[in-house]
């Protein structure tokens, strides 16, 4: 038995050390395993709130983006419905405009029936006087 414990202790020299320096290395990796799981739930955690922060920021855009879409749409609508008003009012100025300028038209016909019968009428009051003055001077040389 003196090999079995020469092998033994041979054994327990080399191998002993190696498998404690191992455990004592297994213990380090498991310790920064641990620290790294710890780390990365961490990191999760703060992803997932990061994720949810997100999401309202996302939803508050769109819930703001419908109130503006909405206000447009109000305002489009408020403008067209001005915008006919506006060409009502105008269609009726031009029915107005239409309508004084037909009046003044017509006046302004009636005026100038009146302005030729005028200058008719001298025409004729002169030679009724041309032709009284005739009559005159034939009477006068009849008698």
């Given at each position: 038995?003196?090999?079995?414990?020469?092998?033994?202790?041979?054994?327990?020299e080399?191998?002993v050390?190696?498998?404690?320096?191992?455990?004592?290395?297994?213990?380090e990796?498991?310790?920064?395993?641990?620290?790294?799981n710890?780390?990365?739930?961490?990191?999760?955690?703060?992803?997932?709130?990061q994720?949810r922060?997100?999401?309202?920021?996302r939803?508050?855009?769109s819930?703001r983006i419908?109130?503006?879409?909405?206000?447009?749409?109000?305002?489009?609508?408020?403008?067209?419905?001005?915008?006919d008003e506006?060409?009502?009012?105008i269609?009726s100025v031009?029915?107005?405009?239409g309508?004084?300028i037909?009046?003044?038209?017509?006046?302004?016909?009636?005026?100038?029936?009146?302005?030729?019968?005028r200058?008719?009428?001298?025409m004729?009051?002169?030679?009724?006087?041309?032709?009284?003055?005739?009559?005159?001077?034939?009477?006068?040389m009849?008698?």
């Open positions: 038995m003196d090999i079995k414990e020469a092998v033994g202790s041979v054994l327990k080399l191998i050390p190696e498998l404690n320096k191992i455990k004592d290395e297994s213990k990796v498991k310790t920064t395993l641990v620290l790294t710890k780390r990365l739930d961490d990191i999760n955690l703060h992803l997932a709130d994720s922060r997100i999401d309202s920021v939803e508050e855009l819930e419908d109130e503006t879409n909405k206000r447009i749409d109000s305002v489009r609508e408020e403008l067209s419905e001005r915008i506006t060409n009502k009012r269609d031009r029915e107005d405009l309508g004084k037909d009046e003044t038209n017509k006046r302004i016909d009636r005026l100038y029936e009146v302005i030729v019968r200058d008719e009428h001298s004729l009051d002169r030679r009724v006087a041309k032709l009284e003055q005739e009559i005159d001077d034939l009477k006068r009849a008698a």
